[in-house]
């Protein structure tokens, strides 16, 4: 067992998770108590306490508790990826070159571990290295229940230059949902903040994002601007809408958050829209009942970005969740119909 520790972080290691950070110091060290490790405390950044998504900054000091030596732990074989699970995630992949992976995640598939979270796609990401000796680092997330286009850098460059152009919104990410009822006027920008609402359990199980009136967001302690613009592609009887829905702004549960307060909730959505199958046209109620699926739809249609290393313009799409597949084809409503950027004309 090692002492406490302080460390700099190096200029090549600015811009980095704490966590990703501290899992390539201390690979020996498990994701879950790195979690623990800063809840309680002990992994403090120039003295305060953080989270494990904190961005480092070059200079910065990293305090290390006491840590089990890697031979303590080498003992315990560290689970490895399945062959069905393997055949998967690379069954995934949209586009692969040398610097950059697409996926089409699945729903229902963690992007990453946390509590109660063993399966997920950082912990898959041994079986898309195709050839290189280093795993693919995610560069952002998509919720566990939403699907479609999810990036992994294949070098620490190409992920370095990946957060820099999600964190200027240099990237555009378009979104397919169902959603309660026929938002109006059929194109539009919401602009209400969040603010996080504590969950329940000694970890927080449960929280939710709060929307704040726009004019309250500078009063309201911890809450954030969020910016979501919106389109109507189709309809049927004012009952359900085909929305595109692009986060100018990336919060957490945004897009969820921000349809919910607008009275049209994402269809599947218990945890913003309620349970409730009464829809018949005034909105709420984020089930529709019959054949329609109940899980959540929404799907990260599309991406488009500049390559970090080529400077070429890439457009990456993903097709359906077979979910919303069905939904779709039971509404009537078809991916031909509608263009890849409704946003574009009014841009």
């Known amino acids: 067992m090692s002492g406490v520790q302080t460390i700099a972080v190096a ?31 002990e992994i403090r950044v120039d003295g305060g306490r953080v989270k494990p998504a904190a961005r480092l900054a070059a200079g910065q000091q990293v305090r290390i508790p006491p840590l089990p030596d890697p031979g303590e732990v080498a003992a315990r074989p560290k689970p490895g990826i399945s062959d069905a699970d393997a055949q998967m995630i690379r069954e995934c992949v949209l586009y692969r070159d040398d610097h950059l992976i697409a996926l089409n995640k699945p729903p229902g598939l963690a992007t990453q571990g946390g509590s109660k979270q063993t399966r997920h796609i950082d912990g898959m990401t041994e079986a898309l290295c ?7 680092r995610l560069v952002h997330r998509l919720d566990k229940d939403t699907s479609g286009v999810l990036l992994l850098a294949r070098s620490r460059a190409a992920a370095s230059a990946l957060t820099r152009a999600f964190r200027a919104r240099e990237t555009r990410k378009i979104y397919w ?38 004019d309250a967001v500078e009063a309201t302690p911890g809450a954030k601007r969020a910016v979501t613009d919106y389109a109507v ?28 307060e607008t009275g049209h909730p994402i269809i599947g959505d218990g945890k913003y829209g309620g349970s409730g199958q009464e829809n018949l046209g005034d909105g709420w109620g984020a089930q529709l009942g019959g054949e329609i699926s109940r899980k959540l739809h929404l799907h990260a249609r599309s991406i488009s970005l500049t390559h970090p290393l080529t400077g070429a313009r890439l457009q990456i799409t993903a097709p359906l969740p077979p979910h919303m597949k069905a939904t779709w084809d039971t ?6 119909d509608v263009p890849a950027d409704p946003f574009a004309e009014i841009e």
């Not at 109006?184 to 704040?212: D, N, W, Y």
């Not at 592609?233 to 919910?260: F, I």
């Open 11 to 41: 200029d090549g290691e600015a811009d980095q998770r704490l966590d990703r950070w501290f899992r390539r110091r201390f690979p020996h060290v498990a994701q879950g108590r790195i979690e623990k490790m800063c809840r309680k405390g």
């Open 130 to 136: 195709f050839g290189l000796d280093e795993r693919p």
């Open 177 to 214: 949902a169902a959603v309660a009822g026929q938002p109006s006027p059929p194109i539009g920008t919401i602009r209400f903040g969040l603010v996080k609402a504590p969950g329940h359990g000694a970890q927080g199980e449960a929280e939710k994002m709060l929307c704040v009136h726009p």
């Open 233 to 260: 592609l189709s309809s049927l009887a004012k009952r359900v809408s085909w929305v595109a829905l692009v986060p100018v702004t990336g919060r957490t549960h945004q897009l969820r958050a921000h349809m919910a």
């Open 331 to 336: 509404l009537g409503w078809s991916e031909a």
